[in-house]
């Protein structure tokens, strides 16, 4: 089989040599250089650079002109999804199109799907719709939150005290970013813990999933606070609901990242991504049932082997959890933290990746640990003393920025 990969993650997460047998197909990559570096030497493929500049669907079908035709198109990026469909249908390659990979990428759309499949959603209108409604017409008074369509890592989110302190910013500053009013929706602001639930599908059958709670949210990590997650128990309930919601949105083929809030009448649809989920997701996945999601899901799509079912294995119900620290709103390429070690030096810190003052961290937002301050993976332990143990550290660890100190015999240009 001749495949083509939209490359953009890096190899150390996907696992490309382990997921595709390449002495059986040919696998073509393209993708950015530095994408392209992380791939393993030797590995028996052809490799594409693409500029990273203009159209990524553009440059991707430029960099495959004139090569035989494919038989498979791969693109596990959520920014990826899109392109990877419109290249499917200009080289004619079978697989999902864009208006099937739409309700995982529009809110507005996305919702519409859920609710229409008779799952509880936030109140939701598009903003040209808030925008042209009556003052009062919305069906919801309370806090609102304004998110881009097809946002990610909760950058350009906001939340207003109302409705009409939302629209009211928006009609003074327009929206964040500079882009179109049509790319934005307003929702109602619904309290309470979020879980994400992740794991994959083939052909509609579950082969594996993991639910965790959110300690800290998205959004106040956009905004410079910690965050991280622990696993919980995978209830029967929490298993229906989520084959209900990715049914809904029509995910029967795909990893998949779902999240929503708990409320005491349930789970509330929140949003749900035909991909992996960031941060160390996949590894405490790994941890708590030896399946590695992108590497398996490549297995299972290219080689067609049969799909078993992999539960959590029994034990002792010991689970794992991950956190990050935020570096972005931190105003500095340098930071020191401080607080920290005991919690370092905890038998529940099974990773520890922390910067020191020399090393450089990233100023815009991330959740990598090689770009941020602190980043790792508590356990094995139950939920609740995981939890314990990230809200301790996140309020006991401070990370704060920092000049460099100037190599020895420096002077001051003063």
């Not at 495959?64 to 249908?89: C, K, N, Q, T, W």
């Not at 808030?130 to 989110?157: C, H, I, Q, R």
């Not at 490549?298 to 010991?318: H, S």
Request: glycine share 10%.
């Amino acid at each position: 089989m001749r495949i083509l990969v939209l490359h953009r993650v890096t190899d150390k997460m996907i696992r490309y040599a382990t997921g595709i047998d390449h002495a059986a197909h040919d696998v073509t990559y393209v993708g950015p250089a530095d994408r392209l570096a992380t791939l393993p030497p030797g590995l028996r493929c052809t490799l594409i650079e693409r500029p990273d500049t203009g159209d990524l669907t553009a440059e991707v079908l430029a960099a495959v002109a004139g090569l035989p035709s494919f038989d498979m198109v791969i693109a596990l990026s959520e920014f990826d999804l899109i392109a990877g469909a419109r290249v499917r249908a200009a080289l004619g390659v079978a697989g999902d199109r864009e208006a099937d990979i739409l309700p995982w990428r529009d809110k507005v759309v996305m919702k519409s799907a859920a609710a229409a499949a008779g799952l509880r959603v936030p109140r939701f209108l598009s903003l040209p719709e808030a925008l042209d409604a009556e003052p009062g017409e919305l069906p919801w008074a309370g806090e609102t939150v304004l998110k881009p369509l097809d946002g990610a890592a909760s950058l350009n989110v906001h939340v207003y005290p109302t409705p009409a302190e939302a629209l009211a910013a928006v009609r003074e500053v327009g929206v964040p970013g500079g882009t179109e009013l049509e790319g934005f929706e307003v929702e109602e602001f619904i309290t309470g813990p979020i879980i994400h639930v992740d794991g994959m599908l083939i052909d509609g059958k579950p082969v594996a999933i993991e639910a965790s709670r959110y300690v800290g949210t998205c959004l106040g990590y956009a905004e410079g606070t910690p965050l991280g997650s622990v696993q919980i128990e995978l209830t029967p309930e929490l298993s229906r609901w989520t084959t209900d919601c990715l049914a809904a949105v029509g995910i029967t083929t795909s990893l998949f990242h779902l999240e929503g809030i708990e409320t005491a009448d349930g789970p509330v649809f929140l949003e749900v991504g035909a991909r992996f989920g960031g941060a160390d997701v996949v590894d405490t996945f790994e941890l708590a049932t030896g399946l590695h999601l992108p590497s398996r899901f490549l297995q299972l799509i290219t080689d067609g082997a049969d799909v078993e079912a992999q539960p959590r294995p029994e034990g002792d119900g010991a689970r794992y959890g991950w956190f990050v620290w935020p570096s972005h709103q931190l105003g500095a390429d340098f930071c020191r933290i401080s607080g920290e070690a005991e919690f370092r030096e905890s038998p529940l810190a099974h990773r520890w990746s922390q910067r020191s003052e020399d090393e450089p961290i990233k100023t815009t937002l991330s959740y990598a640990d090689t770009d941020i301050p602190l980043a790792g993976i508590v356990g094995p332990a139950d939920s609740a003393e995981l939890d314990r143990f990230l809200r301790d550290a996140f309020s006991s660890i401070r990370v704060e920025p920092v000049a460099p100190e100037k190599p020895s015999g420096e002077e001051s240009a003063n």
